[in-house]
């Protein structure tokens, strides 16, 4: 199933959508953030999954925005219960578009 179909049925409280609501609230009315794909990663030691992101400039009169989010997105501090954000990359960045790269982790402490 296309990750822009399964975003739509998600809950509320899944982790992935917790994600992609509190990235959009970082970045606010300018852009737009879309799931692009999801999927299921395990090690030996944790379970996870990884997420690829696309955020998109929406208001051509803020070109800004896009670098001022890319720059506070690795480092940000997200609140999803159960899980952490491990990993927090932008893959791709142009003056129109960021594609990020997330890994939440199922933290073993709150399971």
Not at 12 to 40: C, N, W, Y
């Amino acid at each position: 199933m296309p990750a822009e179909r399964a975003q739509g049925k998600a809950c509320p409280r899944d982790p992935g959508s917790l994600l992609i609501r509190q990235m959009a609230t970082l970045a606010g009315s300018h852009l737009r953030v879309t799931l692009k794909r999801e999927r299921a990663w395990a090690s030996i030691t944790f379970a996870g999954t990884r997420y690829t992101v696309r955020v998109d400039r929406k208001d051509i009169s803020r070109p800004e925005t896009l670098r001022e989010l890319a720059d506070i997105l690795p480092s940000h501090e997200f609140a999803i219960p159960g899980h952490f954000v491990a990993d927090m990359l932008v893959t791709q960045q142009s003056e129109q578009q960021l594609r990020v790269d997330a890994m939440l982790i199922v933290d073993p402490v709150e399971t």
